[in-house]
């Protein structure tokens, strides 16, 4: 996004703090850990600055692999294959999902812990302006429950209209390209139809290295599928960090 757009955000966003030389991380309301607005853009990546996946001197990373939360009865996040979902790159599996991508969607997840981590993350990055509404519209209308389903709809929608109007895009063209990664996972299961997913997504710092940040959301099994809860008020904020320690996250084989 633009620096106007992103000082328009700032009224349904939080700053999430410092990470080495300050670095500020702006989550748009409406657009999930996946989807992060780093300093504010949606165009390439300022000189000096990497795409997804590029660190930099004092840049935050992933040292350790440590054994999953819970076991695994799909494929290892090990073999995994990688996609592009409105510039983000995000992990696909053979066995795990999304079996069907037609249209530009993301559905059909397998009923175990590890297709919820996958449904978990191609269902957000589908519910940011810079997918579009032909993909956010469905999205938000078919994969995503709960009884702030609307307010979460209404505020991706205001997202997308500030972002066409400063960009100067006619309706229906994407708001512009993500520059973030999903690097690992963590996945609570207390209940085998309603998990909670914490995403690790990678994305670059203001300074010329790359930030991490945590989302937090809860899937639940509807009608075959894996539905994504939309967080109270619609509003993302309270359930995104900057991970300045990322022990406890199972990470992706590199890619993306």
């Known amino acids: 996004m633009t620096d106007d757009i992103a000082l328009r955000a700032r009224r349904r966003t939080r700053a999430i703090g410092v990470v080495a030389s300050i670095v500020l991380l702006t989550i748009t309301a409406g657009v999930t850990g996946l989807v992060v607005a780093l300093n504010g853009r949606t165009g390439a990546p300022a000189a000096g600055q990497g795409g997804p996946g590029t660190a930099g001197p004092g840049a935050p990373h992933v040292t350790t692999e440590p054994a999953d939360p819970v076991p695994l009865s799909t494929a290892p ?48 990055v589908r519910l940011s302006p810079q997918a579009g509404p032909a ?24 997202d997308y209209q500030q972002a066409r109007a400063q960009l100067g895009l006619p309706h229906g063209e994407p708001a512009g390209r ?31 290295g790359s930030v991490l940040v945590s989302l937090v959301s809860e899937l639940q099994w509807v009608d075959g599928d894996w539905a994504l809860v939309a967080p109270a008020d619609g509003d993302w904020s309270t359930e995104t960090s900057v991970v300045t320690d990322a022990a406890g996250f199972k990470r992706f084989a590199d890619g993306g």
């Open 77 to 124: 996040s090990s073999t995994v294959a990688w996609t592009t979902v409105a510039g983000a790159g995000v992990p696909v599996s053979a066995t795990a999902g999304p079996a069907d991508s037609a249209g530009g969607r993301a559905r059909g997840f397998a009923r175990t812990p590890f297709g919820a981590v996958l449904a978990a993350a191609h269902i957000s």
């Open 178 to 208: 993500l520059y973030s990664t999903i690097r690992g996972y963590q996945v609570d299961v207390e209940s085998i139809d309603r998990p909670t997913v914490r995403l690790l997504i990678e994305g670059p710092g203001a300074s010329g």
């Open 135 to 158: 993909v956010f519209e469905p999205t938000l209308r078919d994969q995503v429950v709960g009884p702030d389903a609307a307010a979460l709809a209404d505020r991706v929608e205001d």
